[in-house]
């Protein structure tokens, strides 16, 4: 069972999310304050953080890079801030996604469902040349097959479920174009169709793990107005 930890200081949206959650066969733990999520974060480990960034103790970002600094954990960001910084902040700081409020359930539920399916997916493109389960980005390699990034000092690099999704696209298909709107499908899902602004992001955090030089990428190459490539 798919265990959610949600975290808001409201305490009808609490109510509101752990009925329906609870309905739909999660296991569900609340938090109304940044604290008491790091450490409900700790003593049972979730597999998805629903976070609000309007906390009264915490803000929500900062919530967001104390679980970033030990764990891989999908985050979902639920606010009211609807500004594109904010956003970009977020996602920034290592969220997997952004709903804005006032929200639908039907739409949060979506994108519960397409982070889960990250969580448990495996590749599925068995016409990828089997030379692409293992592949070089600068000082690293890559381990599709087993899911591991190290470095060559033999140090190992962690990485998000969304984060090993859109590499694991661009590296399969070696000097492919792969375009945003295919990216965002195959890595967010089909109702994801606009949010370039997530590529964007989470290209500038691979780039910062795995290339020597971010700001001169040679192997994870963006095409401007097209889309990302993986070049050996």
């Given at each position: 069972?798919?265990?959610?930890?949600?975290?808001?200081?409201?305490?009808?949206?609490l109510r509101a999310l752990r009925i329906n959650l609870r309905a739909r066969g999660y296991?569900?733990?609340?938090?109304?304050t940044g604290a008491a999520a790091l450490k409900a974060a700790v003593s049972h480990p979730p597999d998805l953080v629903v976070l609000?960034?309007?906390?009264?103790?915490?803000?929500?970002?900062d919530v967001i890079r104390g679980l970033r600094?030990?764990?891989t954990v999908p985050i979902i960001v639920l606010s009211g801030r609807a500004g594109s910084e904010d956003k970009v902040a977020a996602l920034d700081a290592g969220a997997d996604d952004y709903v804005t409020k006032p929200f639908g359930v039907d739409e949060l539920l979506a994108r519960i469902?397409?982070?889960?399916?990250?969580?448990t997916s495996t590749p599925a493109d068995t016409a990828a040349p089997a030379t692409t389960a293992a592949a070089r980005v600068g000082r690293h390699t890559v381990n599709l097959a087993d899911r591991t990034v190290t470095r060559d000092d033999g140090t190992e690099v962690r990485l998000t479920p969304t984060q090993w999704a859109m590499l694991d696209k661009l590296l399969r298909h070696p000097g492919k174009l792969i375009?945003?709107?295919?990216?965002?499908?195959?890595v967010w899902g089909p109702e994801y169709q606009h949010e370039t602004n997530y590529l964007r992001q989470y290209m500038a955090q691979l780039r910062r793990k795995l290339e020597d030089d971010p700001a001169r990428p040679r192997h994870l190459i963006t095409e401007p107005g097209m889309g990302y490539r993986y070049r050996p």
């Amino acid at each position: 069972m798919t265990r959610i930890l949600v975290v808001d200081d409201e305490p009808q949206i609490l109510r509101a999310l752990r009925i329906n959650l609870r309905a739909r066969g999660y296991d569900v733990e609340v938090a109304d304050t940044g604290a008491a999520a790091l450490k409900a974060a700790v003593s049972h480990p979730p597999d998805l953080v629903v976070l609000d960034l309007g906390l009264p103790d915490l803000d929500g970002i900062d919530v967001i890079r104390g679980l970033r600094g030990w764990t891989t954990v999908p985050i979902i960001v639920l606010s009211g801030r609807a500004g594109s910084e904010d956003k970009v902040a977020a996602l920034d700081a290592g969220a997997d996604d952004y709903v804005t409020k006032p929200f639908g359930v039907d739409e949060l539920l979506a994108r519960i469902r397409a982070v889960t399916r990250r969580l448990t997916s495996t590749p599925a493109d068995t016409a990828a040349p089997a030379t692409t389960a293992a592949a070089r980005v600068g000082r690293h390699t890559v381990n599709l097959a087993d899911r591991t990034v190290t470095r060559d000092d033999g140090t190992e690099v962690r990485l998000t479920p969304t984060q090993w999704a859109m590499l694991d696209k661009l590296l399969r298909h070696p000097g492919k174009l792969i375009s945003q709107r295919q990216l965002l499908h195959d890595v967010w899902g089909p109702e994801y169709q606009h949010e370039t602004n997530y590529l964007r992001q989470y290209m500038a955090q691979l780039r910062r793990k795995l290339e020597d030089d971010p700001a001169r990428p040679r192997h994870l190459i963006t095409e401007p107005g097209m889309g990302y490539r993986y070049r050996p």
